[in-house]
Nanobody, 115 residues
Framework: QVQLVESGGGMVRPGESLTLSCTAS????????LGWYRQRSGIHRQWIAT???????NVINSLEDRFVISRDVAKNTIYLQMNNLKPEDTARYFC?????????WGQGTQVNVSS
């Protein structure tokens, strides 16, 4: 079973940038596309970005101007670069396969955007 560990969250001010990381316990890109999900207070967990086995990226329309997903295959790691952060980006961010596997959810990493 693949273990996924998210990191890089924290407290930031509006307009700042932050990059999250998700590292898998073994090589994954030969078998899975991976993606980022987030859960805001009172809102269902939502898919926001994918990077496929072949490296193609897709970001939800509402965030595509500010968020970038990328990967380092050798490190079994995907990244989410978040630019010009806004208070509404406050959420817990998770990675998983796309479509998600219910057994792969980790602890996520919390991002708080406020003044």
């Amino acid at each position: 079973q693949v273990q996924l560990v998210e990191s890089g969250g924290g407290m930031v001010r509006p307009g700042e940038s932050l990059t999250l990381s998700c590292t898998a316990s073994r090589p994954v890109f030969s078998a899975y596309g991976l993606g980022w999900y987030r859960q805001r207070s009172g809102i269902h967990r939502q898919w926001i970005a994918t990077i496929t086995q072949g490296g193609t990226t897709n970001v939800i329309n509402s965030l595509e101007d500010r968020f970038v997903i990328s990967r380092d295959v050798a490190k079994n790691t995907i990244y989410l670069q978040m630019n010009n952060l806004k208070p509404e980006d406050t959420a817990r961010y998770f990675c998983n396969t796309v479509p998600f596997n219910k057994d792969y959810w980790g602890q996520g990493t919390q991002v708080n955007v406020s003044s």
